[in-house]
């Protein structure tokens, strides 16, 4: 089937906007996982949801950003008010189950000028 | 808190020759061990695991060996293609720990294959 899906694939946003991601993981795909990978660096964890339960968001930088998702499809990344260090690309990634392999979306590349 | 670490790139090769990526962790509970590969223009791709001490993960001629002893995961292949040239990711899920689930990476290893 399809894999991971995002969407856009490459924003240019200015400081102090508000920039939506979108993520559509592979049907059937009950984990959603939201990373960030900053220009040579790993990825760094954001965001995890598992079915209904809370959204572990252990890994957000601020307040500034959140995420929602839809039972289990569609899920958006909210970055308010953009620095120019929130300049990356952010990853999403889905598995069958918690905790089970990650398959990985190509990225929405985000650049804050 | 748990860590990887892998080696810096860029790492320059000529078609044939073996590679090696050297992957070490730190962990508090039982982690299982990965590599992504990243071709360029796309997404993360899984290229092999290995969930417990002694396991052997391969793909594609590529191969990695879990060792509890000295908490490494070296990515090796015997005769590198130009296909292969990406940029590798060393990363680990620590069970057993609230971490469980969520993936830490290594910073990545360019790898660049020349004919």
């Known amino acids: 089937g399809a894999g991971v899906s995002q969407s856009p694939s490459n924003k240019v946003t200015e400081k102090g906007k508000d920039v939506e991601l979108r993520c559509d993981p592979i049907?059937?795909?009950?984990?959603l996982y939201w990373y960030r990978q900053r220009l040579g660096q790993g990825l760094e964890f954001l965001i995890y949801?598992?079915?209904?339960?809370?959204?572990?968001k252990s890994g957000l930088p601020s307040d500034r950003f959140s995420a929602e998702r839809t039972g289990e499809s569609v899920s958006t990344l909210t970055i308010q008010r953009t620095q120019q260090e929130d300049s990356a690309v952010y990853l999403c990634?889905?598995?069958?189950?918690?905790?089970?392999?990650?398959?990985f979306g190509p990225g929405t590349r985000l650049l804050v000028l | 808190g748990d860590s990887v670490t892998q080696m810096e790139g860029p790492v320059t090769l000529s078609e044939e020759a073996f590679l090696t990526i050297n992957c070490t962790y730190t962990?508090?509970?039982?982690?299982?061990l990965f590599w992504y590969v990243q071709y360029p223009g796309e997404g993360l791709q899984l290229l092999l695991k290995?969930?417990?001490?002694?396991d052997k993960g391969s793909n594609k001629g590529f191969e990695a060996t879990y060792r509890k002893e000295t908490t490494s995961f070296h990515l090796e292949k015997g005769s590198v293609q130009v296909s292969d040239s990406a940029v590798y990711f060393c990363?680990?899920?620590?069970?057993?720990?609230?971490?469980?689930?969520?993936?830490?990476f290594g910073a990545g290893t360019q790898v660049v294959v020349t004919p």
């Open positions: 990634a889905s598995s069958f189950q918690a905790r089970e392999t990650q398959y």
């Open positions: 049907s059937g795909h009950t984990a």
């Open positions: 949801f598992q079915g209904n339960s809370a959204p572990d």
């Open positions: 962990a508090t509970g039982y982690p299982s």
């Open positions: 290995a969930t417990k001490a002694d």
């Open positions: 990363a680990l899920s620590d069970r057993g720990t609230d971490s469980w689930g969520k993936l830490q």
